[in-house]
């Protein structure tokens, strides 16, 4: 199987998991990045308050907001986009807490994604004093971009998993999981999801 994976980094409004403000997709194929994305999110109905320390974050305000396309109108561009690909987010429980979450307070049906986490993979890949999105990035080449805006942060993952892969002569994300003792794991819709206040 080819080296074939969507990138994915949500931004939240406030601590609660469902309150998608942002998200970022990133598509790699064959182990190249091929396509990428991003849009603004209305976050659901009482998650929609925005938090300073959030907002100093991402940058992101109510106003940012106030007409862009809601969790439910825009989960199904996420999905074309997505399709069937694994999912690889860095610190994947909180991005997988939020894309569980934000469709359980929309009433939506959370699609069952594969996912690996690449700061579970750069903890493995590399030798680092911290493995935060911008080092484990930086050790796998990619410097100089805006942590914490959504899109960016997709691509920083996308190249921890790409050159993690290279290194590790993996061409699959399961091989490259298999490589590092790592599992890819499926969203479990029954498990209890944790509220942290933002991502790594």
């Known amino acids: 199987m080819p080296m074939d994976f969507t990138a994915i980094d949500f931004e939240t409004a406030n601590s609660s998991s469902a309150s998608a403000c942002a998200v970022g997709l990133v598509r790699v194929r064959d182990g190249e990045v091929v396509a990428q994305t991003g849009w603004l ?35 199904d561009e996420l999905t074309a986009f997505a399709g069937a690909d694994v999912l690889v987010a860095h610190n994947a429980g909180f991005d997988m807490g939020v894309l569980r979450r934000a469709c359980e307070a929309s009433g939506d049906v959370c699609p069952p994604y594969r996912y690996l986490c690449s700061l ?43 050159d993690a892969a290279a290194r590790a002569g993996a061409g699959s994300v399961d ?7 790592l599992r890819v794991k499926t969203i479990d819709v029954a498990a209890p999801v944790a509220e942290p206040v933002f991502a790594a």
Not at 45 to 71: C, L
Not at 133 to 144: D, E, H, R
């Open 120 to 162: 579970q993979l750069a903890r493995r890949a590399y030798q680092l004093p911290s493995y935060r999105l911008p080092l484990a990035a930086a050790a796998a080449g990619f410097t100089g971009f805006a942590h914490h805006e959504a899109t960016a942060d997709a691509l920083a993952c996308a190249h921890i998993a790409m």
């Open 175 to 181: 091989a490259l999981a298999d490589a590092h003792g």
């Open 41 to 75: 999110i209305r976050p659901p109905a009482g998650h929609d308050r925005f938090f300073d320390v959030n907002i100093s974050i991402h940058g992101i305000r109510p106003e940012d907001v106030q007409y862009a396309k809601t969790w439910s109108e825009q989960l």
